[in-house]
């Protein structure tokens, strides 16, 4: 009975700790991830490091070749680059002649005559989804060309009960307002100008996540005087600049563009850092300001391997999109099954030191009744 005892304590151990085993890599990297949670850096080395341990070395480096190749056929050469960065930090191999094209293609991007034929395009067209490009679209907006040309377009479909992109005409109208700041602080507000244009890109282009479209446009709405804006678009053109500019700014409401400056503000972090189609990657996950906040605070931990990121993990790497209390659980699994397996260890040794102080009593009395007979057996021969 006692050995079944023992027997089944020793089970006990056997099953809790093969629980455990199997239990922890899940709440090794639930509790990395739960810590992580209000710092964007850390949160997504955490799930970067997860999906690279869940995977095979081979499978990883595959991984990473295959989406250097989807990126390098798209013509984003930028974010190829942004994956053998990341290959390099987590040291992941990288095919030599890989690496090599990738470096000639970011070449190529970066050439002069590729540079002039991308600032020409974001000069005119007022679109931007490089360095290049948006650098035509803020000297555009910064010469208040783009920005008038947005508000005229916008304004006078407004004012003719058409359909009107309230979001664009918001940020044009914002954005005149921080050119003027731009110039008299010498570019001191040059970060705020070009978030406020990628964020309008993003918007022309369908790149705008819906959550954060909803709330740029609901400001946006209030920025604007609607009556005053219809009274400036009657008579204003792209052509008659200072004249429109006076009567646009006459409209806007400074009180009432916080959210969108701040906004932009980060947009331009993000930029700065991990470069403009990094901050249309942002724009298109981001739900709300405050996830383009912690991506500015990414990006800066980050730089270049930013996009690589967000490619990986989506909104996941800017917060804890799984519930915090499906990770805990994990976590709280595991220490039961730990409890589990030290109670069986207490146990086991409880009922392996009952078994031998019994069997060391059972040697005692015997050896007393023994030498009881042996007293007993000489007084009985003498009697």
Known sequence: MKRRRISSALVGIAASAAVCLALWPHARDAAAVVLAQDDPAELSDAQINSVLQKNQ????????????????????????NSFVSLAREKTIPVADELSRRVTDAVAEENSSAHFAKRFATGLVTGTADDVASLSGTVAGDLFVFGD??????????????????????????????VTAATCVSVGGAAPVRAGLTIVKDARKVGRLGEGLAEWA?????????????????????????????????????????????????????????????????????????????????????????????????????????????NLTLWVFSALLALFGFLSSIKATTERATQAWLDRKKVRRLRRQAAATQFEIAPAAACG
Do not use: C, W, Y
């Open 148 to 177: 008038i040309r947005d508000v005229v377009r916008e304004g006078k479909h407004l004012a003719m009960g058409e359909d009107t992109d309230r979001l664009v005409l918001g940020l044009a109208t914002v954005g005149l307002a």
């Open 57 to 80: 070395a081979q499978k990883n480096q595959a991984l990473v070749a295959e989406q250097i190749e989807a990126a390098l056929a798209a013509g984003d050469a930028d974010l190829a």
């Open 217 to 325: 446009g609901r400001s946006a709405r209030d920025v604007v005087d609607t009556p005053v804006l219809r009274q400036a678009v009657a008579s204003g053109s792209v052509l008659r600049p200072g004249q429109t500019v006076r009567a646009i700014k006459a409209a806007f409401r400074a009180e009432k563009a916080g959210g969108l400056v701040r906004l932009g503000k980060d947009v331009g972090r993000v930029a700065e850092r991990a470069g403009t189609r990094g901050a249309l990657d942002t724009l298109k996950i981001a739900e709300e300001p405050k996830d383009v906040a912690r991506a500015a605070r990414l990006a800066a931990a980050k730089g270049g391997k930013t996009r690589a990121i967000i490619k990986i993990l989506g909104r996941s790497a800017l917060l804890l999109t799984v519930g915090a209390f």
